[in-house]
């Protein structure tokens, strides 16, 4: 697997991680079942891909990447799904973590 592909499956881990975060609220704390069962499917299925990644990218740049990734874009499925508006400085720390997220993969280095 090269680095393209294994970047390519993170963005789909983060889609699924991002989709196991929506349907959990909407599972309303595993009480109502289709959404309960998306929840779970979608999170085995998040940490496969995960895996899968974490062949090619060392572990900690995928796990900081994919959070980092995932929480943004679970912010943005609250906008839009569940009308949530995050204040000021809720957008300032979002700004950092995507700054983050840029930081430990263009320049951050590890060992494999």
Same mark, same amino acid.
């Given at each position: 697997m090269t680095n393209i592909s294994a970047y390519i499956i993170l963005i789909i881990a983060v889609a699924l991680g991002t989709a196991a975060n929506g349907f959990a609220k909407s599972a309303q704390g595993? &009480?109502?079942?289709?959404?309960?069962i998306i929840t779970?499917? &979608? %999170?085995?299925? $998040?940490?496969? &891909?995960?895996?899968l990644v974490m062949k090619v990218i060392p572990v900690g740049i995928t796990y900081a990447s994919?959070? +980092?990734? $995932?929480? %943004?874009?679970t912010v943005l499925v +609250?906008?839009?799904?569940?009308?949530? &508006?995050p204040n000021l400085y809720t957008n300032i720390g979002l700004a950092f973590i995507i700054i +983050?997220?840029?930081?430990?993969n263009l320049v951050g280095k590890t060992n494999n």
């Open positions: 595993f &009480t109502v079942l289709i959404p309960s779970a499917i &979608t %999170i085995v299925l $998040c940490m496969f &891909t995960l895996s994919f959070a +980092g990734l $995932c929480i %943004i874009a +609250g906008v839009f799904k569940f009308n949530q &508006t +983050g997220v840029i930081m430990v």
